[in-house]
């Protein structure tokens, strides 16, 4: 008949499983709940104000730059038409239409003016000596002087009567208003120089020309290269000057101005220059063209805000810049002006070339060189004004915010831009803030929820407690007894099991601490701790160590002399002197001897220096002995033998174990050092060599080994003779 089958066992796993389930005690139920509903309002709370402060700290951070935006695009704009109406005003004033028909008439009578041989030679002299080296020196390219040499008679006469004696210097050629000739230019300009002077000097201009009908600069303010030439036949027809003659001539009201793009101009050494243009005359008539060079200064001034940027709201990171039609900057980068070093490596990590980065350090300026290739300034290329957070010109990713200017005549654009780790900082505070301030809620809701639980629970956790920390090891609780009933009873006589398995726990550590120094006395930690773990045959090999052995030599004479227990005394202190020099070197005692010290070094703390701590020591042994003998009236003196090499360490014996060493090493280390009876420190050849750049060492004998004889040293300095 077929056996029953026995459910008990999994009677037991499934009603077990249900013991566990229902084991969760009253305290931890009570707690979860407090916890849960705690929690999870906490965390709803959170959430819900960090999408809102977040959203609105970065709307706030976008409204800032944006505002920052519009401020310096409606100050940039008008800028610019207060340049332009400023030189709308000055040509309908009847000193420019004069200084225009006089200036134009003056020089058509220079028409037939002919240079004298000096003239001609001191403009080719000019030209070759002055203007085509700074040329050279700003482009980084080579000038052919000839190029650039007047051809016309008129213009001929006067840049030799004005260009050439200023050598360069303008602010020189700026302060003469004649060249002290007769002739008629000379004589209008001496009428209206002080005029055009204060014009370009109060208003910071770079220059103030005076252009005929015929493209003809009549008049120049600081008297440069262009003084004279025409625009549309001269070296300068392919310039913005020029380009910006035709519009002007094309215009249809003489009230027009128009603004040039900057391009960079010859007889400004390259410089980038900008002209605000307008027609001269009356009554509809143009009798000539005033243009009026802008100051990079200027407009650099408004875009930095005279370096003002963090008072102006961009921090430490922020700046805004005009950029043009070529994607190249049309204002100077705050890095550049702050911290050029840094300028270069960050751009050119980004993509600008080595070299043109370096030109801009060189120049101080990033107008027509630094690329501004962006999303920012494409999108305001294309018309659109908008904010984004999105790549700059040097890599780093940024706040920006971007529009077309509205000038008339040049197509420009305006980015105010920041890092978007400053820009939305407050972001990260916020939300870091909190994050802290939840997880202190929580924390501070938790410690209440448990202290509440607790409250409830705690009669009966005491005793729990108490029985799991005895368990645990932790002898010696006690727990409190408030009452005089069973619980008071059971209480008291838990304490008093308490406190003696404590007195018990007590004197077995003690009896374990003083075995464990015995043992440590004994042998190494980690041959110790092998022992302790049970190994019975316990070696190591060793593949590189130094041994010293010391033999201490006089002593029982001195000891004849007094008690034994003074000698005993005695030899303990040398001994204690021994072992606090040999930790003092990084040196493993092995053992004492009676008349000696056997020591080993990168036996148990491999050290790659262990032969010249070994040596060291040794040197020190000898000097421990001299203050021995200083104080106690003795004669001792100190042989010590060393040497270096393989050798096998371990416990020897079965009931009466020994740690000892043995090997070739320990060998030689016993034998060099009573191959001379005199005091000292001798080393075997191995570690002569090793430390024959630092120690001197003498020659003293030979010993026999089973590789054949070897020589004996002895260390000369620090020698041990007492």
Sequence with gaps: MAAAPDYSHASRRLFGSRKRLYSFGIQSKLLVMLLSVSVVSV????????????????????????????????????????????????????????????????????????????QTAGLDAYYADVFAPALEENTGKPVDPSLFVPRGPAERYLQSMYTVPANGD?????????????????????????????????????????????????????????????????????????????????????????????????????????????????DGVIAGVLALQLPIEAINSVMTADNGWVEDGLGETGETYLAGPDRLMRSVSRMLTTDPDAFIDTVVSSGTSPSVAALEVARGGSILLQPVDTVAVNAALAGETGVEVADDYTGEDTLVAYTPLDIPGIDWVLVAKIDSDEALAPVDRFARNLALSTAAIVLLVSLLSL????????????????VREIS??????????????????????????????????????EQQ????????????????????????????????????????????????????????????????????????????????????????????????????????????????????????GARLTLRAGVDSGPLSSGLVGQKSMVYDLWGDAIDLAHRVHAVDRTPGVFVSQRVRDTLANTYTFTAVGTVETATGTEQVWALATGVIDV
């Design 43 to 118: 965390i709803v709370v959170g959430a819900v104000g960090y999408v809102a402060g977040t959203s609105s700290l970065r709307s706030a951070a976008f409204d800032r730059l944006t505002e920052l935006r519009e401020s310096r695009a409606r100050e940039i704009t008008a800028r610019f038409n207060s340049i332009s109406n400023s030189a709308a005003v000055i040509t309908h004033s009847a000193t420019t239409i004069d200084a225009t028909n006089q200036f134009s008439a003056a020089f058509g009578e220079l028409a037939e003016q002919t240079s004298t041989p000096a």
């Design 170 to 282: 303008f602010e020189a050629a700026i302060s003469v208003d004649t060249a002290g000739d007769s002739s008629a230019w000379s004589a209008v300009n001496a009428k209206f120089q002080p005029f055009f002077e204060d014009l370009t000097t109060r208003f910071g201009f770079e220059d103030s020309l005076i252009l005929d009908p015929a493209g003809t600069v009549v008049y120049s303010a600081y008297k440069g290269a262009d003084l004279g030439t025409n625009v549309r036949t001269g070296p300068y027809r392919a310039s913005n000057l020029a380009s910006g003659f035709e519009q002007a001539m094309q215009a249809s009201s003489i009230d027009d101005t128009l603004v040039t793009d900057f391009q960079r101009y010859a007889p400004s050494y390259d410089k980038p220059t900008s002209w605000v243009m307008t027609p001269i005359g009356t």
């Design 451 to 466: 202290l509440l639980a607790r409250v409830f629970t705690r009669p009966l956790k005491q005793l729990a407690g108490a």
């Design 472 to 509: 645990a090891g932790n002898l010696g609780v006690d727990i409190p007894v408030t009452t005089d009933d069973e619980l008071g009873e059971l209480g008291r006589a838990f304490n008093d099991m308490s406190h003696s398995l404590a007195t018990k726990q007590q004197l077995l550590q």
């Design 513 to 632: 601490k003083e075995n464990e120094e015995l043992l440590h006395n004994l042998m190494p930690a980690p041959v110790a701790k092998r022992y302790r773990d049970g190994e019975s045959n316990i070696s190591a090999e060793h593949k590189d160590v130094s041994v010293i052995f010391a033999e201490l030599v006089g002593f029982g004479d001195y000891a004849a002399g007094i008690s034994s227990e003074k000698s005993s005394a005695a030899f303990n202190a040398l001994i204690h002197s021994f072992e606090e020099a040999a930790e003092r070197h990084g040196v493993e005692r092995v053992r004492n001897l009676r008349n000696g010290f056997l020591a080993s070094c990168g036996l148990v703390v491999p050290r790659v220096d262990h032969v010249e701590r070994v040596v060291r020591f040794a040197t020190e042994l000898g000097e421990i002995v001299g203050r021995f003998n200083a104080q106690n």
